[in-house]
């Protein structure tokens, strides 16, 4: 291996962890965001919003990072697919982000009005979106298509919980008007949940392309070729 080839290897690698970094941020944001809603927490609301520069400056610096080894040394086959998943990624995670900033809004407004449970489907929905964004990253790092096409799959257990959290919480407004406005923002933060699982969906399905060179992205696959 040239001097050259052993420096680009190294690049990539680079990339990868700034993509586990960035994911890891993304994570904490997410997860920090629903503890500020479950414990009525308003500081904890305000880190996830004042941290999603953060998260914003990391995307730039993968993207101009993969732009700059596109340019640079013209990759082809799996590592040109590397670089365009890499980027798509950190786009996917930058708007994680954006939603755990969502969430964490509405539960600064949760906090100043009538305490409220959250349901039940809620928690589970962050579990498992939370769970899904961390094995589709674990994922994308082996490269592992089987387990990208099984993480998809997963997003039907999230819309079912939003679906039910929207009937739920409708019942609830309907039983007790008082309860509209907080009954609204958990709705909020269940369909900014569903987002977030749409995105790790997202980044599952950059899995596939980057292990076998085809797009799953809308069934694409049913009727797909693979790119070498």
Known sequence: MSETQRHFHEELADVRARLVTMSGAAEAALGRAVEA??????EKAQQVIRGDREIDK??????????????????MARDLRLLISATRIANDLERVGDHAVNIAQSASRVSKARPIV??????????????????????????????????????????ALNRSVFRILLTHMMEDPQMISSGMELFLVSRNLERVADLATNVAEHVVFLAEGKSIKHHAEDGGEAVS
Not at 37 to 42: F, H, K, Q
Not at 139 to 147: E, I, N, T
């Open 37 to 42: 809603l479950l414990e009525r927490d308003e």
């Open 58 to 75: 990391r995307e730039v610096d993968i993207e101009e990072r993969c732009l700059a080894l596109l340019a640079l040394h013209q990759p």
């Open 118 to 159: 959250p349901e039940p489907e809620i928690v589970e929905m962050a579990r498992l979106t939370r769970k899904m964004l961390s094995d589709a990253i674990d994922a994308f790092l082996r490269g592992d298509a089987a387990a990208g096409r099984e993480i998809c799959l997963r997003d039907d257990q999230v819309d």
